[in-house]
Nanobody, 125 residues
Framework: HVQLVESGGGSVQAGQSLRLSCKLS????????LGWVRQAPGKMRETIAQ????????FYSDSVKGRFTISQVVAERTIYLQLDSLKPEDSAMYYC???????????????????WGQGTQVTVS
């Protein structure tokens, strides 16, 4: 039973940084696509970053490219999302999601993820 637990959200001012983490348990860590998805109030969920576990392939949405960085520590079974140069429009609930099998050569849609964490709130003022 796959479990994903996010942490690291908070309230910050524009221009500041946060680092989110997502720890996977209950299943293998290797051979997965892991991603970060966010949902702002009144908006649809959007995939913003994804990574292949054990690999280097990363993909970002245009809205965060150059400001956010996804990374992983395999020994910790954890992925991270470094959020720099935060803007008020980055305020959202941030979710970690995964599926077995590597990511395609494009951002996954939310319907392609099988397992989800509970989310962590990021508020930028």
């Amino acid at each position: 039973h796959v479990q994903l637990v996010e942490s690291g959200g908070g309230s910050v001012q524009a221009g500041q940084s946060l680092r989110l983490s997502c720890k996977l348990s209950g299943s293998h860590f290797d051979g997965r696509c892991l991603g970060w998805v966010r949902q702002a109030p009144g908006k649809m969920r959007e995939t913003i970053a994804q990574i292949n576990t054990g690999g280097r392939n990363t993909f970002y949405s245009d809205s965060v490219k150059g400001r956010f960085t996804i990374s992983q520590v395999v020994a910790e079974r954890t992925i991270y999302l470094q959020l720099d140069s935060l803007k008020p429009e980055d305020s959202a609930m941030y979710y970690c999601a995964t599926r077995s099998g590597f990511c395609p050569e494009r951002l996954m849609t939310i319907g392609e993820y099988f397992y989800w964490g509970q989310g962590t709130q990021v508020t930028v003022s």
